[in-house]
């Protein structure tokens, strides 16, 4: 039997291990571009220590859904400068 893709709401922080957060103006374009390309939407608070984040999008489960979510964020950050190296994404469920 078919069920329709249901909406999630993913938070995604990227959190600083002794590095630097990414740019904010820069992660924001790159986050945009990377949740467009995957038919998801992604609205980020910037912290000082953190960058909290979160990605909605359609999905068959909410598995589906945080991979959708990680990789969102991952390549956001994959695109930042090598200083932002350090920075990791810590994924938690919401919704």
Do not use: C, K
């Amino acid at each position: 039997m078919y069920e329709p893709p249901s909406r999630y709401n993913v938070t995604v922080t990227v959190a600083r291990d002794d590095g630097e957060l990414p740019d904010p103006v820069a992660f924001a374009v790159a986050a945009d571009q990377a949740a467009w390309r995957r038919s998801a939407s992604i609205v980020s608070a910037h912290m000082t220590d953190r960058i909290i984040s979160i990605v909605t999008v359609y999905a068959p489960d909410r598995y589906a859904a945080l991979a959708v979510a990680r990789a969102v964020v991952a390549d956001a950050v994959g695109q930042q400068a090598p200083s932002a190296g350090a920075a990791r994404p810590r994924v938690e469920a919401s919704g």
